[in-house]
């Protein structure tokens, strides 16, 4: 989980802190983002898909996108992978060569992003800058008994200077073996991104006893986010972890091998249980199965009141909002097990009062952390004032952020919405009448016919 996250110089943030934690240790479940269009909410999530991504930068496209594992269930390819597939063929490998889409515009100084973080009940900071390619990277974490730094690294005068933990190695042979990979990729990659291939091509028992366990903590929370970005990030599909494991990740249709089964019948028993819940129209959700040799076919239904009858549909004919909330079941059910999940933009499509209802209904039971970027303003009735946060720009487009729980107006009897819609907080657009008439003009104006537009 993120207690908190410091950026410099990246995208749209000068030098921003979205502080997350919870009193002097831990940090809070559910947080809530808002702020005008263009404040930065999808910039945010865009510095923890950073953090993902960075990781993965020399792995090889299979190990990133596997297609078949005996250990945990996935179907073949997911909805967007092969685009995600092709992107990273063409930047995913090296971080030298994406980092500037993350660097503030027309920015000559170099970009930093600092991720405060909490796992297993220890807590540590790993910090990474870069321009052109990464020239500072640092992790301060649990060594056994205490916390220390057990690796810093940077690049001064051409040189990349180490500094590791008399902890970090059980033997030189380890250390030196790794000192050599950092001299050849450090840089176009980061540490994190090494180590990350190490553990997945060494044997389990080497790793174990050539460093320090706890080394590896922060890996393993990193590669457990589920991720959703809605811009431009792998064509706004989601770094999702497959947590949880027990229900389908394309949950309208699919085919699947026999031996998974369970697997859908317990999925159709969640959709039918929490769909039914919060729809008073839908009677019932089930899959139709088609038997094949090896494999099952299937299909979403709803049973549904249409007219004084009920009636069967497929879910594809369902409305926009009601199939987008399937496609977010599966990532918020994961904050249910422990692990962290980031949504951006999670009101699209969805009524204000139908998402306040899930999610004021599910806070409860978040055992992980669950963020989440939204215009959805009856939360602020429904959350605590220390979940939700503000983005703030002023008038020369510096930004702060805040809790609601720091502005000491708000009182007991206080309506947190309505002094959010009335911008006692800030975070909501400030804008004038838009005036059409030069607009108008301009349409006046005579031009060759192009029928709609050239």
Same mark, same amino acid.
């Given at each position: 989980?993120?207690?908190?996250?410091?950026?410099?110089?990246?995208?749209?943030?000068? @030098?921003?802190?979205?502080?997350?934690? %919870?009193?002097?240790?831990?940090?809070?479940?559910?947080?809530?983002?808002?702020?005008? %269009? &263009?404040?930065?909410?999808?910039? #945010?999530?865009?510095?923890?898909?950073?953090?993902?991504?960075?990781? @993965?930068?020399?792995?090889?496209?299979?190990? =990133?996108?596997?297609?078949?594992?005996?250990?945990? #269930?996935? *179907?073949?390819?997911?909805?967007?992978?092969?685009?995600?597939?092709?992107?990273?063929?063409?930047?995913?490998?090296? =971080?030298?060569? !994406?980092?500037?889409?993350?660097?503030?515009?027309?920015?000559?100084?170099?970009?930093?992003?600092?991720?405060?973080?909490?796992? +297993?009940?220890?807590?540590?900071?790993?910090?990474?800058?870069?321009?052109?390619?990464?020239?500072?990277?640092?992790?301060?974490?649990?060594?056994?008994?205490?916390? &220390?730094?057990?690796?810093?690294?940077?690049?001064?005068?051409?040189?990349?200077?180490?500094?590791?933990? %008399?902890?970090?190695?059980? +033997?030189?042979?380890?250390?030196?073996?790794?000192?050599?990979?950092?001299?050849?990729? !450090?840089?176009?990659?980061?540490?994190?991104?090494?180590?990350?291939?190490?553990?997945?091509?060494?044997?389990?028992?080497?790793?174990? @006893?050539?460093?320090?366990?706890?080394?590896?903590?922060?890996?393993?929370?990193?590669?457990?986010?589920?991720?959703?970005?809605?811009?431009?990030?792998?064509?706004?599909?989601?770094?999702?972890?497959?947590?949880?494991?027990?229900?389908?990740?394309?949950?309208?249709?699919?085919?699947?091998?026999?031996?998974?089964?369970?697997?859908?019948?317990?999925?159709?028993?969640?959709?039918?249980?929490?769909?039914?819940?919060?729809?008073?129209?839908?009677?019932?959700?089930?899959?139709?199965?088609?038997?094949?040799?090896?494999?099952?076919?299937?299909?979403?239904?709803?049973?549904?009141?249409?007219?004084?009858?009920?009636?069967?549909?497929?879910?594809?004919?369902?409305?926009?909002?009601?199939?987008?909330?399937?496609?977010?079941?599966?990532?918020?059910?994961?904050?249910?097990?422990?692990?962290?999940?980031?949504?951006?933009?999670?009101?699209?499509?969805?009524?204000?009062?139908?998402?306040?209802?899930?999610?004021?209904?599910?806070?409860?039971?978040?055992? &992980? *952390?669950?963020?989440?970027?939204?215009?959805?303003?009856?939360?602020?009735?429904?959350?605590?004032?220390?979940?939700?946060?503000? $983005?703030?720009?002023?008038?020369? &487009?510096?930004?702060?952020?805040?809790?609601?729980?720091?502005?000491?107006?708000?009182?007991?009897?206080?309506?947190?919405?309505?002094?959010?819609?009335?911008?006692?907080?800030?975070?909501?657009? =400030? $804008?004038?009448?838009? @005036?059409?008439?030069?607009?108008?003009?301009?349409?006046?104006?005579?031009?060759?016919?192009?029928?709609?537009? =050239?």
């Amino acid at each position: 989980m993120f207690t908190y996250i410091r950026l410099k110089n990246f995208m749209s943030f000068r @030098d921003v802190t979205f502080d997350f934690r %919870n009193g002097r240790k831990g940090s809070k479940k559910f947080i809530a983002i808002y702020g005008e %269009n &263009g404040s930065g909410k999808s910039n #945010f999530v865009h510095s923890i898909e950073f953090l993902r991504r960075s990781i @993965d930068s020399l792995m090889t496209p299979k190990e =990133v996108f596997p297609t078949d594992t005996t250990d945990s #269930f996935q *179907q073949t390819f997911s909805r967007g992978t092969h685009a995600r597939l092709v992107r990273y063929l063409i930047e995913f490998s090296s =971080v030298a060569i !994406w980092t500037g889409g993350y660097r503030m515009a027309e920015c000559e100084e170099e970009t930093s992003a600092e991720y405060g973080f909490c796992f +297993n009940g220890h807590e540590g900071c790993y910090e990474i800058r870069f321009n052109k390619k990464v020239i500072y990277e640092k992790l301060y974490y649990f060594t056994g008994k205490q916390s &220390g730094t057990l690796f810093e690294l940077s690049c001064q005068d051409g040189r990349i200077q180490k500094n590791f933990s %008399n902890k970090l190695f059980t +033997n030189q042979k380890v250390k030196s073996e790794i000192s050599d990979e950092i001299d050849k990729y !450090w840089g176009k990659h980061t540490f994190l991104s090494i180590l990350n291939k190490e553990r997945s091509e060494k044997n389990e028992q080497y790793i174990k @006893d050539s460093y320090l366990p706890f080394l590896f903590d922060i890996l393993t929370m990193i590669q457990e986010m589920t991720i959703h970005c809605n811009k431009a990030s792998f064509s706004g599909s989601e770094f999702d972890a497959g947590i949880p494991s027990n229900i389908l990740k394309e949950l309208g249709e699919g085919e699947i091998e026999k031996k998974y089964e369970p697997l859908l019948n317990c999925s159709e028993r969640i959709l039918n249980d929490f769909l039914t819940q919060i729809y008073s129209d839908i009677k019932e959700i089930y899959y139709e199965k088609t038997y094949r040799e090896a494999s099952v076919s299937y299909t979403l239904y709803v049973k549904k009141m249409i007219g004084g009858k009920i009636r069967k549909i497929n879910f594809r004919q369902e409305s926009a909002g009601t199939q987008q909330i399937l496609e977010i079941i599966h990532s918020l059910l994961g904050a249910f097990c422990g692990v962290t999940v980031v949504y951006d933009e999670i009101d699209n499509g969805i009524h204000d009062l139908l998402l306040k209802t899930i999610l004021e209904s599910m806070t409860d039971y978040i055992t &992980g *952390q669950l963020i989440v970027t939204t215009h959805n303003t009856y939360m602020l009735e429904a959350i605590e004032p220390k979940s939700a946060y503000i $983005i703030n720009v002023d008038y020369q &487009g510096n930004k702060s952020v805040r809790s609601l729980d720091q502005f000491t107006r708000i009182q007991g009897s206080n309506n947190p919405r309505s002094m959010y819609l009335k911008g006692l907080f800030g975070g909501i657009p =400030v $804008i004038d009448t838009v @005036d059409y008439d030069s607009i108008l003009q301009e349409l006046s104006v005579n031009v060759p016919d192009t029928k709609g537009g =050239v």
